[in-house]
């Protein structure tokens, strides 16, 4: 394996540090409890990078026994459910839970502001995926299910949220 395949990972990384200066969230934070959030958030996307955008050997289709469409050189799947649900369905789905419960415990936002939220994050690794399998072959499928589970889990994490919060102060 090549030094350049993991070129995607430290762009991200230089992104998701880009964001974190711009952004400056420590400098909005209002109490002690929304500080651990905010710093979770941006934990939870610093280890999502090398999660997403790491090379590895291994496709995923092989737990759903297909084959990539290849677009160039990059692995894709654009058939909704192809595959069934395997366990890579359930785990994109876990994975963007606590994306989602953290965006509601900072920001408070509608289920429609968490989903085109999800949705972004989302875009932003399959199309970052796709890129990096057109130019250093990284060999990560971009797939319409990873799309689809990813902003399912956003919502759900939110939801989650706000049942908790429901209960506990009942």
Not at 2 to 26: N, S
Not at 129 to 144: C, M, Y
Request: with cysteine; aromatic share 12%.
């Amino acid at each position: 394996m090549t030094m350049i395949k993991w070129m995607p990972a430290g762009i991200m990384g230089l992104l998701w540090l880009g964001g974190l200066l711009t952004v400056r969230p420590w400098r909005t934070v209002r109490s002690r409890g929304q500080a651990l959030a905010v710093l979770a958030l941006w934990g939870y996307l610093a280890v999502l990078i090398p999660l997403c955008f790491t090379p590895f050997p291994a496709h995923r289709g092989v737990w759903g026994g297909m084959a990539p469409i290849m677009v160039g050189t990059a692995p894709t799947n654009p058939i909704p459910f192809r595959g069934g649900l395997t366990p890579d369905f359930w785990l994109n789905i876990l994975m963007t839970v606590p994306f989602g419960f953290l965006l509601q415990t900072i920001y408070h936002w509608r289920w429609p502001r968490i989903l085109l939220a999800g949705l972004a994050l989302t875009c932003l690794i399959e199309g970052g995926q796709f890129i990096a399998g057109l130019t250093v072959q990284l060999n990560r499928w971009s797939d319409v299910n990873d799309i689809i589970t990813n902003v399912t889990g956003t919502v759900l994490g939110s939801l989650i949220r706000g049942l908790w919060v429901r209960f506990r102060l009942q």
